[in-house]
């Protein structure tokens, strides 16, 4: 097969002579029609710079140093620009992560799908709006007619990256480079979107290019797999081949670093096994890669990996390695085929119990509304239900992870249980002591919070030791002349060198400014820690080591967590317990084994079915959710979820359902759930 | 003692302005992160040139607010009186451009005035233009003149040329010993511009101003380099004196409008609620009044309460001062909205993000969250702020001279040259050098501003990525 897109040896540097940074060094890889070539990396590996580098589009000062590109036997790089405007978007064309940045807000979405058209297919006027509503029908946007008159901000996040789709296609590129097109995406959005890739590539056969991080979305979409590190291709195999044996002990690292819970294997455990107090991540550490991605500008001699590599040898460090061919599989390394087996992890029993301690935090009914003002005089005329009666509690030393898309109100109630927010309504009882506003020094001293952005989190302004004093400081813990020992402890407890105290943060990179960011909220002793996000920002082998560094934090001070996330992967490996919220409501909750191995209310069937796995889900029905998430400002009657759920009836569009138990501690709010007659509904669960 | 210093309002704000700048330049070196970004500044050869001119303004203005009055030689010595006449440490330094006044007007480097008159020649009265008083006083014929100027310009750019070189010798000197290179080593990295400093620039431009500075001295001493305005007076001298005008504009205004914007701005920013639209009121209203009607009505003012308190004010110079310090203020007073909207903005988005939430969670009080975490963040905006409007305000000064709401009629000042001016660049030929002269400074210095602001805005945004 003649291939579609030829790369040899490309070479990207920015910057000029001596001080050029390689960000891509000698990528070579070819995609035929049709199929789909995955480019899978961390970020800062040159992924998306080599994206660019196809398209001709490298930033100020970027250029292309060696090598060529060919697409369908055109040189692409020793085009003149003239004609390299009619290559992008008619030959390649690409999609980017953030569809708000990529489309222009002030033009309607139909003329910004017009304008591809008429550049080059050369229609015009009725014909154009006729072919833009079809491109947009083809990707399946609803109603497409009426959505050609929409701004791009009138679109939900899932219906923009469509329309970027659609103008992608305007041209009939027979490549489509996909960078990392659904990152920016909630997990249900992102199966939709990911289907409509799928489909259009086979009816289209176009080449494809998908650049991403996840290891889930390779293993659902792609014909063959491309590994780059610090700006080289590692491996490069088909899917197959290269899911079931990866070479390359970097490969390796990043399977053994993902915390991959929801293997079907497990899947099919009988759920009477979870222990209630266990976790189905326990006893199991995640495998970490030590060190960090190298920079572009590091200088690395001999193989890129080798610094972080457990098996390198001194050839390893100062001979870069060729290609070995394996079978399918092609590996630049020294070591290929002759390390051990990948093993696999065990799953051991946990290794210690808990005690079950009373409630550390009990929350009831906890409401946030958020008035909308309009008018001269600001009155309300309305309420933003953010978070709608939320009843949770959390024991000493265990993790209730909270889970849902965003935009459904976890990060709120994170906020109102520290009363960062002030909650509109609902009892918070911490430690048996109830919080009002007059006492929230208490409730400081004993919840703090680690966010999501570790970049964002850290005063840039403000050195590492000062950042941890702030809340000592604050909240007068320990004796004054103690406190600097105190923070040389703290650095110490989260893997931190002894000279972090005097740096300032952009010395550090994200995984260790995460730390800080832990170290900080441990500073005041604190008994509960909300965590919101804090892994969604890093790459997988770094985030390994900050789940990693949070349970062994939780063994050894018996800290209680509130895991904030929509990564069900780590809700798995960390969580004891798991509410499920949709809409500013918990729609499902119980013990983590329970949710997410058997999991009873559709929408949080459809979630764990729509997480990209590397091994598909053998046998399962696929349940894809239609539709986005409705505004919290005016929820659906009934059941939130009834415009969305399969299984919707007429009471579920008049009644909010109540809670029906379905097992120990685990109850859902759904009728279908209930009307299935397992259970009596139960009005109070606690 | 024969003479009494004078400390003027404005004299005593500029030293304190100038401690407070040398205070943060020690408080700067101290703290890494704010260093990093001067250090690109300094590595900027243009800025670093523009950085000298300014530096050589900044000299000139400071010797020229060291006011005194020298004694009457006549007073008694138990009674000492002193006279009305306020002095600067310029003024001594540069006595021959301030006494040596001709009668009228008279052309750059003329040796002639620049009206005819009778004069008396050899017993007879004839219509001619006479020979100047001091200007070209030491030649015999006319015929000299264009020699002499070119002996006294070459004689004053060698002058300079050596000092520069003897300058440049030290340097060399203390540089390479400082590196511990040998002289020959250190030489070829400057001639190679591979020190980790403009080095080639700033001792080019520090030549060139030397023997400009040489060859302006030479000439000053026999000629009006500059020309007389109206009543005889050495331009060059006032354009001099001007400077301080400009450098007491552009920097006390932004001392009066800098805790208004970042107070205010913050606050709003930072509180949002109905402290924001209280503060926002107030700057849209004062955006929607014309500045030159604000500025016209405070001057006026001021002039009724001089003239109605005249013991308070014992000299011309305090008078002319006062005005002077009244006419800051209320720009200042109109000026500081548009950093207040800016820092407003900012502190919106710097208050949602997550270490000031975290700093809340601690219960960190507002008034530490802002001094802590608030105000570093949006200090490089008040840095390019007012390092861009200086400019703008010595514009600003002429323009008001001109319209005649500016300084004092007596002040020495560019606005108030240009508005000299205006009315002799109708007479044929035009009387075109105060205007020209006036125009000269201004740009220079605007110019070395504009471009010094550049290179800072350029270090300090970090969309550049000079930051990190």
Known sequence: MKPLLRVEGLVTEIGHDAAALRVVDGVSFHVAAGETYALLGESGCGKSMTALSLMRLLPDGGRIAAGTVHLDGQDVLALPERDMRRVRGGGMAMIFQEPMLALNPVVKVGHQIVEALVLHQGLSGRVASEAACGLLDSVGVPDALRRLDSYPFELSGGLRQRAMIAMALAGQPRLLIADEPTTALDVTIQAQVLDVLRHLRTERRMGMLLITHDLGVVAENADRVGVMYAGELLEEGARDAFFAAPQHPYSRMLFAALPHGLLPSRAQEPVADGSPLGRPGDGARLTTIPGQVPKPGDRIRGCRFAPRCPFAIARCRDQSPDWQVINDQRVRCHLAGMLPPLNARGVTTPAHSIQAAQALLQVDGLKVHFPIRRGFIQRSVGYVRAVDDVTLSIQQGRTLALVGESGCGKTTVGKALLRLIEPTAGSIVLGGESITARNASTLRRQAQMVFQDPFSSLNPRMRVADILLEGMDALGVGAANQRRDAVALLLRQVGLPDDAGGRYPHAFSGGQRQRIAIARALAVSPRLVICDEPTSALDVSVQAQILNLLKDLQDSLGLAYLFITHNLAVVDYLA???????????????????????????????????????????????????????????????????PRCPHANETCRQIYPDQTVVGSGHWARCHWVAAQGQALPVRSPN | MSFMPVILWTDALIFALLAGVLALIWF?????????????????????????????????GLLDSLHYRE????????????????????DALVSGLRTRQEKTYSGPLAIQLYAMEFVERNGVAVRDYPRLQYGGAHLQHAEERRADIARRTLAGAAQGALASLLLFAGLVAWQARRLKLPVGTWLARWRQGSLNWP???????????????????????????????????????????????????????????????????????????????????????????????????????VQVYIESNPERFDTAAARADIRLLALCLIMGMTSWTGLARLLRGESLKLRTLDYVEAARAFGVSNARIISRHIFPNVFHLVLIAVVMDFSGLV?????????????????????????????ELAREPAVWWQLGAAFAFMFALVLAANLFADGVRDAFDPRLGGRR
Not at chain 2, 31 to 54: F, K
Request: charged share 10%; hydrophobic share 50%; proline share 7%.
């Open chain 1, 576 to 642: 004891h317990e798991v509410a499920v919220m949709y809409l500013g409501r918990i729609v499902e909750q119980g013990p983590a084994t329970a949710v997410l191995r058997a999991p009873r209310h559709p929408y949080t069937q459809a979630l764990v079915n729509a997480v990209p796995r590397i091994e598909p889900p053998a046998g399962q029905r696929i349940v894809r959710l239609a539709g986005d998430q409705p505004s919290p400002l005016n929820p659906p009657n009934g059941c939130h979820f009834h």
């Open chain 2, 71 to 90: 004694r009457l030689p006549d007073s008694q010595a138990g009674k000492p009186q002193y006279s009305v006449e306020v002095m600067s440490v310029f």
């Open chain 2, 28 to 60: 700067i070196r101290r703290h890494d992160h704010l260093r990093a970004p001067w250090v690109v500044v300094a590595q900027r050869p243009m800025a670093m040139g523009a950085a000298l001119v300014l530096g050589a303004f900044a000299v000139t």
């Open chain 2, 395 to 423: 514009l600003a000064e002429a323009v008001l001279s001109y319209v005649g709401v500016g300084v004092d009629p007596s002040m020495y000042s560019w606005g108030n040259m240009i508005n000299g001016a205006r009315l």
């Open chain 2, 199 to 301: 080095a080639r620039t700033l001792v080019g431009m520090m030549a060139l101003m030397l023997m400009l500075g040489g060859a302006m001295a030479q000439l000053a001493s026999g000629y009006h380099v500059l020309g007389t305005d109206k009543v005889g007076q050495d331009v060059l001298y006032i354009s001099l004196k001007s400077i301080r005008t400009g450098l007491v504009i552009g920097t006390l205004t932004t001392l009066v409008t800098l805790p208004l914007a970042i107070g205010l701005g913050i606050v709003a920013g930072y509180f949002r609620g109905w402290v924001d639209d209280v503060i926002q009121y107030i700057y849209t209203v004062l955006n929607s009044i014309p500045g030159v009607l604000l500025i016209a009505a405070a001057v006026l003012i």
